[in-house]
């Protein structure tokens, strides 16, 4: 059993939609949880962290994490075909540094 | 220019090659890293290194070495490449942790593809 979980759709939305991307995990361990945005032929970068359960929001993206469920969410609201782009949830235990476990990183395209 | 700077950016060799990749950062950070990314897997950490005297082993490392010549300077090294070595391969760097908040960004370079056929 993978450690992190993660649909890698694609997924096609129109301009506007909600759009919900989902991890899970299998290791309580894991402390920090993190996604990371990757446009085509680009690195990924750092997109939003948390530390702990509950939601933190930035902006029209709002991340979520239950860890009683080992269960990680991004939300997208009004999502824009800027957004399209692949979507890795990435998580570490504490003072791993960069270490990071990836999910499979789910492929979302906005449609205007 | 790029922060994290990868070369080559695409290479096709053949089996059984010798295959260096280099990366270079302008970041000042300690930490650099060397990840292998493939469809339906995601992106696996290979090799990584908290300072220069500091070599460590990652997730998939078999078949893989590394050289840290400086702060600034990680290559990772195909001895004798073979065809599922064909990725994409990103090295990032990070900070050292100042609290928690650093322990989970990663910079990446744009990625070096290779194709071993």
């Not at chain 2, 897997?41 to 590394?66: A, P, Q, W």
């Not at chain 2, 990680?74 to 090295?91: D, G, M």
């Amino acid at each position: 059993q993978k450690e992190v979980e993660q649909d890698p759709g694609p997924l096609s939305v129109p301009e506007g939609a909600i759009v919900s991307l989902n991890c899970t995990y299998s290791n309580s361990a894991f402390q920090y949880f993190m996604w990371y945005r990757q446009y085509s032929r680009k690195g990924p970068e750092l997109l939003m962290y948390t530390y702990s359960s509950g939601n933190k929001e930035d902006g029209r993206f709002t991340a979520q994490v239950d860890k009683s469920s080992k269960y990680i969410s991004l939300f997208i609201r009004d999502s824009q075909p800027s957004d399209s782009a692949t979507y890795l949830c990435a998580l570490s235990h504490y003072n791993q540094g960069g270490k990071l476990i990836f999910g499979q990183g789910t492929e979302l395209s906005v449609k205007p | 220019d790029a922060d994290v700077t990868q070369t080559p950016r695409n290479r096709i060799t053949k089996t059984g090659k010798r295959i260096m990749l280099e990366c270079s950062q302008t970041k000042g950070h300690d930490r650099m890293y060397w990840y292998r990314q493939d469809p339906g897997l995601g992106l696996r950490l290979i090799y990584y290194s908290f300072d220069v005297k500091d070599i460590n082993k990652g997730e998939i490392s078999d078949g893989y070495s590394v050289s840290r010549q400086a702060q600034a300077k990680f290559s990772l090294s195909l001895e004798s490449a073979i065809p599922n070595q064909t990725a994409l391969y990103f090295c990032a760097t990070s900070p050292r942790p100042s609290g928690w908040i650093g322990t989970g960004e990663l910079f990446f370079g744009e990625g070096s593809r290779l194709t071993v056929l």
